[in-house]
């Protein structure tokens, strides 16, 4: 299983960007998805998840500007960043807990990050 981000770059405060994971690979079934994000010497932080039936929860510093949203049939999660400011800078992880063919549980698997920097 492999998840593949994108849609990171350079903005500036006050843009918008949207950024998307998509998993891959021998995948029976995906349940949580989400986004995560980690600036150097920082601990990752928790941005916002969406479950498969799309109920989500986005954290605190960034409800109101962040939507998460996903598109099961192509095992797809999204990020959409509005109103961004200098501190959301940082690299976006998505993840997702997914159950291969022939396995009995959720595994969580990580994508490799993008990049996102909100400068003028």
């Known amino acids: 299983v492999q998840l593949q981000a994108s849609g990171g770059g350079l903005v500036q405060p006050g843009g918008s960007l949207i950024l998307s994971c998509t998993a891959s690979?021998?995948?029976?079934?995906?349940?949580?998805m989400g986004w995560y994000r980690q600036v150097p010497g920082k601990q990752r932080e928790l941005v916002a998840t969406?479950?498969?039936?799309?109920?989500?929860n986005i954290v605190d510093s960034v409800k109101g500007r962040f939507t998460i949203s996903r598109d099961n049939a192509k095992n797809t999660v999204y990020l959409q960043m509005n109103s961004l400011k200098p501190e959301d800078t940082a690299v976006y992880l998505c993840?997702?807990?997914?159950?291969?063919?022939?396995?009995?549980?959720?595994?969580?698997?990580w994508g490799q990050g993008t990049q996102v920097t909100v400068s003028s």
């Open positions: 690979g021998s995948i029976f079934s995906i349940n949580a």
């Open positions: 969406i479950t498969s039936g799309g109920q989500s």
């Open positions: 993840n997702a807990a997914v159950q291969q063919y022939g396995g009995s549980y959720f595994r969580y698997y």
